[in-house]
């Protein structure tokens, strides 16, 4: 009976340990930091056709320090299960001048931003869906805030600097320029 | 001696209680009261008595339906408000995505991963008839049970309106 009791005890020590580091990845991963994967052709030449690693940080969204100019992860309002990366390019109360079709250059609208939304779009016009097709977008879609590339960090930790192709230091100095 | 230990270990019980009331708040059910009357009578009805109209209802929110993001007509949901990301709301979704929706004088269309939602008292609630329908991304949850007042404790029913909603 004894060593019954002392196996259950024992159990339920590791298991709570296990529980409590599962909450801890949870909100870290909600509130802190997370990695996530984007791919696409919409954000180049930020962003890489063939998939990036990016560090998501998701504080500044909470405390409405996202603004103008920032890549953002948003959920999409056409289907809550699929996440955007795009750049914000103006927030509520905003005037926005957009055109539909990049190639011709003599369709244009503009509109303001209502209260409470914000207007994405993707860096590469020719290939993205965005606020120019579903419109301005609720703040409260706003998962995170894109402020990190991984490749970058690993390119720099390990010196390869010297090596690298001069396109490569080119997408380097503009994901460090407007990420900052 | 003994101090500084026993408030680590007392902040360390906070830290992980805190870390698991998180977490399951998040990913399985949470507790959210409900305030004003656009809900009324399924959420704080008007009573004459003292106990009823005391305090407001406290309702159970599941989280489980974000995983599929799958609802029907009839579900009572809590969303961030599309106008202030920080207010929240409690409705009802009346119209699914692709489905028209009658309002008063128009037919409008749901579009996708968006929902239509109304509260059930119709006189005083700010919903898809002010703001336009709700992105599904929006939604926080949904509430299955009344926890509090005591005497209404239960589970909350798919109320359907009839002839507002056609299908696509």
């Known amino acids: ?180 | 001696m003994g101090t500084p230990s026993v408030l680590w270990s007392i902040a360390n019980k906070c830290f992980t209680v805190g870390l698991i009331t998180v977490t399951v708040s998040d990913r399985f059910a949470s507790l959210v009261s409900v305030r004003g009357a656009s809900m009324s009578p399924t959420f704080n009805p008007k009573t004459n008595t003292l106990l009823g109209s005391l305090s407001d209802d406290y309702v159970l929110v599941e989280k489980f339906c974000l995983k599929k993001y799958k609802f029907s007509h009839g579900d009572v949901i809590v969303f961030c408000s599309p106008y202030d990301h920080k207010e929240k709301h409690v409705k009802r979704i009346v119209g699914l995505p692709g489905e028209w929706v009658r309002t008063h004088y128009d037919v409008v269309k749901v579009p996708e991963g968006h929902c239509w939602v109304e509260g059930d008292n119709s006189a005083s609630s700010m919903d898809s008839r002010s703001f336009g329908p709700v992105p599904l991304g929006l939604v926080n949850g949904r509430v299955t049970h009344i926890l509090w007042p005591p005497h209404r404790v239960g589970s909350i029913d798919r109320k359907i309106i009839q002839h507002r909603v056609s299908p696509s």
């Open chain 1, 1 to 180: 009976m004894r060593q019954w009791r002392s196996i259950a005890k024992e159990a339920v020590a590791r298991a709570s340990i296990v529980v409590k580091f599962l909450c801890f990845l949870h909100v870290t991963d909600s509130y802190l930091l997370s990695f996530s994967h984007v791919l696409g052709p919409s954000m180049l030449p930020t962003l890489n056709i063939t998939g990036d690693v990016v560090l998501v940080e998701h504080l500044s969204h909470r405390t409405g320090k996202v603004g103008s100019g920032d890549l953002v992860l948003v959920r999409s309002p056409l289907d809550p299960r699929k996440t955007l990366t795009k750049r914000i390019v103006a927030m509520e109360d905003d005037k926005v001048t957009f055109s539909l079709d990049p190639t011709r250059n003599y369709s244009s609208r503009s509109l303001v931003v209502p209260k409470g939304h914000v207007w994405i779009q993707g860096d590469n016009l020719y290939a993205s869906r965005d606020s120019r097709h579903f419109g301005p977008v609720p703040y409260g879609l706003i998962q995170g805030k894109v402020f990190l590339r991984v490749s970058c960090a690993i390119l720099i930790a390990f010196g390869f600097v010297g090596k690298i192709d001069l396109r490569y230091l080119y997408l380097l100095e503009l994901v460090i320029e407007e990420t900052c």
